[in-house]
């Protein structure tokens, strides 16, 4: 049996085919009440499907979202990407998801290719926020299609942005640290990240209010990979530190990786607080304290923004850029033991 197209209920209902389409998917349009049910039963009784390409060149709308990630085996990358998935489902939407491999130069190529494609919006997690690709900057100055900026984000550029209080993260990290009798205290971190640099100031603030000044050698930078963290944490074990701020939780593996091939333990040789407060931690004992980034909450925030900059954008009413920022919270468990 022959597939039921626009056309043939056009035919059918004496009308063009972009009434028939407006109609069918519930659009506004100047069509009477009389000809609307015409075309609902003609399609019902015809057994017409719709045909979404067909209906996104007539409507200028595809239901796709993109969204660009750095790292598509991070744990938190990972997590971010499974809940938007199933947020964009439920609102009748479907996700593309491409994974940058960290990469500036593949961020630009991304946002064309994503564009391209036609998706209504996009969701952009940069690979790095200082050696931006200076293509990606223009591109996304000119961008026709609203897009939020997730996690990460780029100094200057005017955009939409949501994200945590990293700076409140390593603050809470810390300070959980101090409140347990620590004060030789060293922060595994990314220095080369906005998220990073945040979480150390928090670090240093926490030290600062209780009068502990912040030791060179207690900073060790790490990319947020298991194996970089792994090469800071032999510079840690050479340090007197009792504890250590670990500012993602795969920065919090590699260093649990060094430790265990010293035969330190955690928290009998030194307490360690994680951050993201991934599941992965269930495969080690003791659980880890860690810095709770709600995922759920971040991909809700960034969808509703960008659903709201989509409406806008296709009412000719765009709003100026906005920035959500949400605060993380400590999760305590195992990993932190009081000094007396």
Do not use: W
Not at 29 to 39: A, H, L
């Amino acid at each position: 049996m022959a597939k039921v197209t626009l056309k043939d209920i056009a035919r059918e209902v004496g009308l063009s085919v972009t009434s028939v389409s407006l109609v069918l998917n519930n659009r506004p349009c100047k069509v009477s009440e009389t000809s609307r049910r015409k075309i609902l039963e003609v399609a019902r009784r015809k057994g017409y499907v719709p045909n979404q390409i067909a209906r996104s060149l007539v409507m200028q709308h595809t239901d796709t979202i993109g969204l660009i990630i750095p790292n598509i085996e991070s744990r938190f990358f990972a997590s971010l990407a499974k809940n938007i998935e199933l947020k964009c489902r439920e609102r009748g939407y479907a996700l593309i998801i491409t994974n940058s491999d960290d990469s500036p130069e593949n961020d630009s190529k991304l946002v064309r290719l994503l564009v391209n494609r036609g998706v209504d919006g996009l969701l952009i997690v940069v690979s790095d926020e200082f050696a931006t690709d200076e293509r990606l900057v223009s591109d996304l100055s000119q961008l026709p299609t609203p897009y939020v900026m997730v996690d990460r984000f780029i100094e200057g550029l005017p955009c939409d942005k949501v994200r945590f209080n990293n700076e409140l993260g390593g603050y809470l990290a810390t300070r959980h640290l101090i409140e347990r009798g620590h004060e030789r205290i060293a922060c595994i971190v990314n220095p080369r990240s906005n998220t990073g640099r945040e979480r150390l100031d928090g670090y240093a603030r926490a030290l600062g209010e209780q009068g502990i000044a912040v030791r060179a050698d207690y900073v060790l930078g790490s990319d947020y990979y298991i194996a970089s963290a792994y090469e800071a944490a032999a510079r840690l074990i050479e340090t007197d530190a009792t504890a250590v701020f670990a500012s993602s939780d795969n920065i919090a593996l590699g260093l649990l990786k060094r430790l265990y091939a010293h035969d330190l333990r955690v928290p009998r040789d030194y307490s360690v607080v994680s951050y993201d407060n991934s599941a992965a931690d269930v495969l080690f004992e003791p659980a880890l304290t860690s810095i709770e980034q709600n995922v759920p909450e971040l991909s809700q925030a960034a969808l509703d923004l960008l659903f709201r900059r989509i409406a806008e954008s296709e009412a000719g009413e765009l709003g100026g850029p906005d920035e959500v920022v949400l605060d993380p919270k400590l999760v305590l468990k195992d990993s932190v033991r009081r000094l007396d």
